[in-house]
């Protein structure tokens, strides 16, 4: 398993954005497939966004509606979700997780960072 540690959230205002982290302590970073997912309270958690290992291969929630961009600098093993336009119903728990190859799901998971949105 790779851990991995998120940053990056916080309180912003409707419309406003953010940048959230989250770096991997894997020197073979560039072989797992890695996603962000979001969890609001009382609702399941989904899945936001997801790049390839390709790095050109991405994957959004029908929600973004081209609102966030998902990326990765495998020279610091760090992964980004860049958030735009944010709105009150984005306001959850974002995670990050890595699925290595020869895996099926997701199996390294993040603890997490709080995105508030505020109207």
């Known amino acids: 398993q790779v851990r991995l540690v998120e940053s990056g959230g916080g309180l912003v205002k409707t419309g406003g954005s953010l940048r959230l982290s989250c770096q991997a302590s894997?020197?073979?970073?560039?072989?797992?497939?890695m996603a962000w997912f979001r969890q609001a309270p009382g609702k399941e958690r989904e899945f936001v966004a997801g790049?390839?290992?390709?790095?050109?291969?991405?994957k959004y929630a029908d929600f973004v509606e081209g609102r966030f961009t998902i990326s990765r600098d495998v020279r610091k093993y760090t992964l980004y979700l860049q958030m735009t336009s944010l709105k009150p119903e984005d306001t959850a728990v974002y995670s990050c997780?890595?699925?290595?190859?020869?895996?099926?799901?997701?199996?390294?998971w993040g603890q997490g960072t709080q995105v508030t949105v505020s109207s």
């Open positions: 997780a890595a699925q290595g190859q020869g895996e099926s799901t997701f199996t390294s």
């Open positions: 894997v020197l073979t970073f560039v072989s797992y497939l």
């Open positions: 790049i390839g290992r390709s790095h050109t291969t991405t």
